[in-house]
């Protein structure tokens, strides 16, 4: 069906909130020829889907709250993702060392068995668990790209090497990296593509149900103007707001919330030369991450803190850059220290108020809440993961298309993001193919290029045989022809979206190259407005 067929003014969705549910519900609604309007307040993907720790993963953690449902579906939906965007996605091999101090969260209804077989443990996390549940782990998803489990001898294997001698044996697993606000732009682009309206900096303020369907208030926040539009349904998928969209904007007295859990990282500078991550297991039950990060840097994270306010930006508190630097140091031979480290970030999990006692144990699934009693219907999106974004959204519409009468099918497993029409092993050879007609690219340059656009990097940088020929260069090889496709086709509109959002420029430009990017970027703006006038 297609939105065209109701009233010239109504769209058939109006999505609130351009984080990667958002944008992945406005992309496969799109897909299934129904007409969308999404509403971001922002930027693309600010919030949380700029901070995760941008794995593709089953959640290994998740096993031992016997989450199996979620851990299934996430593991089934690593390959079929990573061969949709085989550009921004990318497999990982996990080293997840063994140590007697390892002990489980006592909440989890693993320990809490394991204590009534075998209470002599006392918490421990004997390692024969942990090799079942990374079999489990193994077998539950259906692997065919991903390599299985295996055992190291850290002793002899170069994975050893930075870690404390007295580590000497490692299981090491598989999961994949995403590059997680590149996936919300992609999603967003391939919307676009399909026919809906993506709409940046534009907060929706209210929503009122009149003559079966939904008018809708949106703020235009760079030119202050309120303007409405008319939908059938609306989606909130506004992330750690959905409850104030919920019971403000949509007048709801639903008692569904989320529960908000802050999460932060730390990138320091590089900490190892090998390709592959840990995972660390505390003496706290928790676990924490260290990954090869943008060539030059390793990313460790993250902590679980309760976080009261969505309006309060999450920020990497003191206490928490301690307590990963001295939980990674208790694992690497040499410690890390504030020293070595050069950028934090904080986000914001909206995890579904399933009345758990720990931030830790609070469910990492996804809830879909339909309001649809009275009138046009609203559906609400709470929880979920960058991981399931595509199984959630297929969920959604098919939510939708019911309370809509639309029949059409789910469609997205099978279809690349824009770029993503390679290969899973074909960054090589589309690295191999752009230097070969721009002797100019450096292999680090094309690499970057390939990893953030695929095969659009062929466009960005169109009939150019020398650098001059790409424009104005911004440092780090960001040139004019790079900022100006980011502008033109996903939406950035500041130096800050494409420094931390397209890209993760801004861990190498100074901050006087930054800020001769966002006076560029905002004359460009003017004059396109004036020749617009
Ligand atoms: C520290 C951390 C690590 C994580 N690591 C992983 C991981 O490795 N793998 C994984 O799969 N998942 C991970 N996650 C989970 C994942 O990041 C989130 O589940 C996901 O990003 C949530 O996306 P979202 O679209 O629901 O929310 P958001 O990305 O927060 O998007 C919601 C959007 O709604 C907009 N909005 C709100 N109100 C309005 C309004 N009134 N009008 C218009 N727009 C509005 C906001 O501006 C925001 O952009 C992690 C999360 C955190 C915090």
Redesign the pocket.
């Known amino acids: 069906m297609n939105g065209s067929a109701h009233a010239e003014d109504m769209t058939d969705l109006l999505v609130?909130?351009?984080?990667?549910?958002?944008?992945?519900i406005a992309r496969d609604a799109a897909g299934r020829g129904l007409s969308v309007t999404l509403?971001?307040?922002?930027?693309?993907?600010?919030?949380?889907?700029?901070?995760?720790?941008?794995?593709?993963?089953g959640?290994l953690r998740y096993l031992e709250f016997f989450e199996f449902r979620l851990v299934r579906e996430?593991l089934e939906e690593r390959e079929t993702l990573l061969r949709a965007m085989p550009h921004i996605s990318w497999p990982l091999r996990f080293v997840l060392p063994l140590h007697e101090g390892m002990r489980f969260d006592s909440e989890t209804p693993a320990s809490r068995l394991l204590s009534r077989l075998m209470p002599w443990m006392k918490g421990r996390r004997p390692s024969w668990m942990i090799r079942l549940g990374l079999f489990l782990y193994d077998h539950m998803g259906g692997r065919r790209i991903l390599p299985a489990t295996r055992s190291v001898d850290l002793r002899t294997d170069p994975a050893g090497a930075p870690l404390k001698p007295e580590l000497t044996k490692a299981y090491e697993y598989s999961d994949c990296w995403?590059e997680?606000s590149r996936l919300?732009a992609l999603n967003a682009r391939d919307a676009a593509a399909r026919g809906a309206e993506i709409l940046t900096r534009?907060?929706?303020?209210s929503a009122e149900r009149e003559d079966g369907g939904w008018t809708v208030t949106?703020?235009d926040a760079e030119t202050g103007v309120r303007f409405t539009r008319r939908a059938r349904m609306v989606v909130n998928?506004?992330?750690?707001?959905?409850a104030?969209?919920l019971r403000?904007?949509l007048h709801s007295d639903s008692p569904a919330g989320v529960r908000l859990?802050?999460?932060?990282?730390v990138v320091t500078r590089r900490l190892f030369d090998h390709d592959r991550c840990y995972f660390f297991q505390g003496s706290d039950g928790r676990i924490i991450?260290a990954i090869p990060y943008e060539t030059d840097f390793t990313l460790i994270?993250?902590?679980d803190a309760e976080h009261a306010d969505?309006a309060e930006p999450?920020v990497c508190t003191e206490a928490e850059r301690d307590y990963l630097l001295d939980f990674a140091s208790r694992w690497f031979a040499r410690p890390v220290t504030p020293e070595d480290v050069v950028w934090t970030y904080?986000?914001?999990?909206?995890?579904y108020d399933d009345g758990a006692k720990s931030a830790t144990a609070a469910t990492?699934d996804?809830v879909l809440h339909l309001d649809g009693t009275v009138g046009a219907p609203a559906l609400n999106?709470f929880?979920?993961?960058?991981?399931?974004?595509r199984r959630l959204a297929e969920s959604a519409l098919e939510r939708i298309c019911a309370a809509l009468g639309a029949d059409a099918g789910p469609w997205t497993a099978g279809a690349p993001l824009p770029g993503g029409d390679f290969p899973v092993d074909g960054v090589d050879a589309l690295v191999a193919h752009l230097r070969e007609r721009r002797p100019f690219l450096t292999e680090r340059w094309a690499r970057r290029l390939v990893r953030a656009y695929g095969t659009d990097a062929e466009a960005i940088l169109g009939e150019a045989r020398e650098a001059a020929g790409l424009g104005r260069d911004f440092g780090a090889t960001l040139t004019e022809a790079e900022v100006t496709w980011l502008m033109d086709r996903e939406w950035a509109r500041s130096a800050e979206d494409v420094l931390w959002r397209r890209s993760k420029l801004g861990l190498r430009l100074s901050a006087d190259e930054a800020e001769a990017l966002d006076a560029w970027m905002a004359a460009r703006r003017r004059d396109e407005a004036h020749a617009a006038e």
Do not use: Q
């Open positions: 609130v909130g351009g984080g990667v549910n958002g944008c992945g509403a971001e307040m922002k930027d693309l993907g600010w919030a949380t889907s700029s901070s995760s720790t941008k794995l593709f993963h959640g996430a995403v997680d919300v534009t907060r929706v303020v949106l703020d998928a506004a992330g750690p707001w959905v104030e969209v403000g904007a859990v802050r999460g932060s990282h991450f994270g993250t902590t969505p999450p904080s986000g914001v999990r909206p995890l990492r996804y999106v929880g979920g993961k960058i991981t399931t974004y």
